[in-house]
């Protein structure tokens, strides 16, 4: 099995990105997939969860709104949009699948 992030970076108060998480060694479309976060100093927090066919989504009090989980099955990819980002939303991001396997993480730094 294997997660690997992509999308990370540097970005502006306000301003958007777009994670990626490409699958392997499974079959994605059986598995609930979610992403997590890691603040410096924090413990690991779930932002949000996709069902097996992208029918439901559940998400963090923090992000609702802002966030956006989706998945294509074709290509065993899970997403995450990130709009009006916040300084409080830096941290490292996390692909996730049920069973305990984790990608290596992303950074996303957010700060004018």
């Known amino acids: 099995v294997q997660l690997v992030e992509s999308g990370g970076g540097l970005v502006q108060p306000g301003g958007s990105l777009r994670l990626s998480c490409v699958t392997s060694g499974f079959t994605f479309s059986r598995y609930h997939m979610s992403w997590y976060r890691q603040a410096p100093g924090k413990e690991r927090e779930l932002v949000a969860t996709?069902?097996?066919?992208?029918?439901?989504?559940n998400y963090a009090v923090p992000v609702k709104g802002r966030f956006t989980i989706s998945r294509d099955n074709r290509k065993n990819t899970v997403y995450l949009q990130m709009n009006s980002l916040k300084s409080e939303d830096t941290a490292v991001y996390y692909c996730?699948?049920?069973?305990?396997?984790w990608g290596q993480g992303t950074q996303v730094t957010v700060s004018s």
């Open positions: 996730y699948r049920e069973s305990d396997y």
């Open positions: 996709i069902t097996t066919s992208g029918s439901f989504t």
